[in-house]
């Protein structure tokens, strides 16, 4: 009987503090959040890009001396660069390769762009969600 009487006891003990529980007011939850700032990519323009003119000669052994005096007649200094027809094959080739990097470094810049574009629009996301979460937590209770 007397194990009876206590488990009695305990019960309405556990009863008693889950009913006043039930009764106090709630308190009120503050949200401590803040929205975050977006990183900023900050590239430098390019610079706009001016190519000089620039004359080709072809020298063989039956124009040399033409060429050669048409120099000193314009005035200038009679100095020649020579490349052969495997230095020229791979001058042009050079070219091509300059410029399918400069695609890929073009291509590298607009992911960037675009993941920049994506984070700045989650952030927005995440901070309109926060602001609205903030506004709900702190307005008013209605009783």
Known sequence: ???????????????????????????????????????????????????????????????FKEKLLGLGADGHS??????????YENLGLNLSDIRAYVHQQQSIINAYERYYQASDKAIDDANAVIIDAKQQVNAPLVK
Do not use: H
């Open 1 to 63: 009987m007397v194990k009876r009487s206590i488990a009695n006891v305990l019960g309405c003990l556990i009863a008693i503090t889950l009913i006043s529980g039930c009764s106090t007011v709630p308190q009120r939850i503050e949200l401590s959040a803040e929205p975050v700032d977006k990183p900023k990519l900050v590239l430098p323009e390019a610079d706009e890009l001016y190519l000089r003119r620039v004359e080709w000669s072809v020298i063989n052994a039956t124009n």
């Open 78 to 87: 009679p100095v020649f660069f020579a490349i052969t027809d495997t230095g």
